[in-house]
């Protein structure tokens, strides 16, 4: 990495700023210096569109003064906070190191909030409306950017409401899910399955395997090739959750339905990915969005009554 680091950026940046303030600078005191000989009416002597004149008037001494105020301050700030390249300043400020203090802070202000479902098994916080009011809004904030408002995600982001889990739909596999995130990756297999035609044959195959329309002619020629899928399909399709590997049998497709959609799958792959979000929530806000997330294809226990 240490190929593409360079000084120059922090450098070029530190010249222009330091310059243009040095600029400012010179320019007072050259114009305070260039003395212009006034006619009687006090003008440079100047006309333009025959009457019009320039008067010969100097800077206010106020309006100087705030010029060299501005100056000051300028450098003061620049000595103190980030402006001169990568220097960080005396006083060390960043936006990122005031955000996280405000995260801190607001996370600090939270925990009571949050206090009463630590305790609780995910199953009976999904029955708290109290709990689920709070989940709701942090699947909102941090959620449904991708698997949509109503969860029901879309093509290539998991609809979380239909009790089809990739990895598991415990608590604890959901919980695990949010703060690890997820990396799934079904290699290109066209080569394991053979010439184009086995290729299609096996999306016939595979659409069999949910009943979904196919070519039966052709999933019988398939069946025998989708053998390179078993290793993480399974030989009944029915997928592996240790290993991301989707049920092939239950009509649910994340990625397309259909001869070419399925053959391009075995052609190309595909990688996925769901951002680890620990860094982002706190262990409770994340216990909270776990049963958010678990309520929606399941049946939460109601909350006791205190």
Known sequence: MSDFISQFWSNY????????????LLLLWATSRT???SAADNTTGHVWDEDLREMNNPLPMWWVGL????????????????GLGSNAGKLGWSSQGQYENEVAKANEALKPLYARFDGMP???VAGDAKAMAIGERLFMNNCAQ?????????????????????????????????????????????????????VKSVAHYVLS????????????QGKEK???CAGCHGLDGKGNTAMGAPNLTDKIWLHGVGEEAIAAMVNGGKVNQMPAQEERLTASQI????????????????????
């Not at 940046?13 to 400012?24: M, R, S």
């Not at 395997?209 to 019988?220: F, N, T």
Request: hydrophobic share 40%.
């Open 122 to 124: 995910p199953h009976e």
């Open 13 to 24: 940046i530190t010249v222009i700023t330091v310059a243009g303030i040095l600029g400012c």
């Open 35 to 37: 003395k212009v000989n």
């Open 209 to 220: 395997l949910s009943a979904s329309p196919h070519d039966a002619a052709r999933a019988s």
């Open 67 to 82: 010029f060299l105020i501005t100056i000051v301050f300028a450098f003061a700030y620049l000595v103190a906070y980030p």
């Open 226 to 228: 989708f053998a390179a």
């Open 146 to 198: 991708c698997h949509g408002s109503d969860a029901r995600g879309s093509k290539g982001f998991p609809n979380l409401t239909d009790a089809d889990w990739l990895y598991g739909g415990t608590p604890d596999n959901i919980k695990e899910t949010i703060t690890k995130g997820r990396v799934g990756n079904m290699p290109p297999m066209a080569a394991a399955v053979g010439t184009p035609e086995d």
């Open 287 to 306: 216990h909270v969005l776990t049963a958010y997330v678990w309520g929606l294809s399941n049946k939460p226990t109601p909350a006791a009554k205190n």
